[in-house]
């Protein structure tokens, strides 16, 4: 089963553009030529000098071993803007892409707690009520779903083609985030949105 680390950021806004260089002339190489690498995400809010930061792995055991060459990375990125990171692991659960995002692209990321034991249960009704709307969307990029089994956090990300997709999909997956909500008894915990800086991640 695929799994992905992931780092939340909150850094100098004015010096995030340093750590946007740092990961991707420097960082990005070394994760992908990690063994069991299936790539790395980069998300960005400018404005608040936050970031988000994937690499997705073969298996657990991949992410596992390779997180002691991974942290530092993450923590000289966060050294370059007097900033804070932290990681967090996941299950990659469900993965859905319709069109290749590219730098620029708006990013959704949407953190909820799952109350539901049954995480398989979830995982089918999200696929059932989100991903038919997403995928016949205009605009619409990919759709990641990201689980943690022990303590049923749960993490959906959705890339759209540009800021103005990502606008524009405002209304309509509030109203497709409701459903899902009653459909999986979820609790929304936090929603942001940001611009893809650069994505390598893949499926296997």
């Not at 340093?18 to 070394?30: N, P």
């Not at 900033?83 to 290749?100: C, I, K, N, P, W």
Request: with cysteine; net charge negative.
């Amino acid at each position: 089963m695929q799994h992905v680390q992931l780092s939340f950021m909150a850094a100098d806004p004015d010096r995030i553009a340093d750590v946007v260089r740092y990961l991707e002339d420097e960082a990005r190489g070394q994760v992908e030529g990690r063994p069991g690498s299936l790539g790395m995400s980069l998300d960005v809010n400018a404005a608040l000098g936050t970031a988000v930061i994937t690499s997705h792995w073969v298996s657990a055991d991949a992410a596992k071993e390779n997180e002691a060459a991974i942290a530092p990375l993450i923590g000289k990125a966060a050294g370059l803007a007097s900033g804070t990171s932290s990681m967090e692991r996941y299950e990659l659960a469900s993965f859905v892409q319709a069109a290749r995002p590219h730098a620029g692209s708006g990013v959704r990321v949407t953190r909820s707690d799952l109350a539901t034991t049954d995480i398989d249960d979830a995982i089918a009704n999200y696929e059932d009520t989100a991903t038919p709307w997403l995928m016949s969307t205009d605009g619409f990029c990919r759709a990641v779903m990201l689980v943690d089994r022990r303590s049923r956090e749960a993490v959906n990300e959705t890339v759209w083609i540009d800021e103005d997709a990502l606008l524009a999909s405002r209304p309509a997956e509030a109203a497709i985030r409701a459903d899902a909500v009653a459909a999986t008894n979820t609790a929304i915990r936090t929603l942001e949105e940001y611009q893809l800086a650069f994505s390598s991640a893949r499926r296997l």
